[in-house]
């Protein structure tokens, strides 16, 4: 299974650079304003969640984890295009701020994707895996003749080594 990469969290990391216009006067007009700077703070506060499990787990990221914070991630986006679609000229936010959002919560909403797809095979992976070990305790509980780790005629079998004996030929 390919490994989430840091690469792709950091795809997401640019949306904290659009939170910091939350902090502008514009915002500050009204309290509907004030309050579409705080979900900002919070896409931020998820994207920077984001970065530290990357960071947490050098470039390999546990795809549950990404997946559970990506959905908090495209959540948070929806709730936040429907409040720009709604206060963008109130509030005085820009196009090009309103375009940008549009664009990286689209990107979140793949990388969600591709973390939840990668979370659910690894549950997969990890329920057969389990499976298997019940299997073989069964198995090996059972009374039945243990299978030997040998090849079927006692030997080491192919992959196996085989000594020379020792003294004069």
Known sequence: MRAFS??????????????????????????????????????????????????????????????????????????????LDANKDWCSIPDSFVEGLKGDHAKSAELRGKACTAASQMAAMEKKALEMQRQQRQAEGAGGPPVPASGPLGGPGLTGSFKMPQGAL
């Open 6 to 83: 840091l690469c792709s969290i950091a795809l997401a990391g640019a949306v904290a650079g659009f939170a910091a216009l939350s902090a502008g006067p514009a915002l500050a007009a009204s309290a509907e304003c004030q309050h579409g700077g705080a979900m900002l703070n919070q896409r931020q506060a998820l994207v920077a969640k984001l970065t530290q499990l990357g960071a947490k787990n050098k470039k390999q990221v546990d795809p549950r984890a990404a997946c559970t914070i990506f959905g908090q991630l495209v959540s948070n986006g929806n709730a936040v295009l429907k409040w």
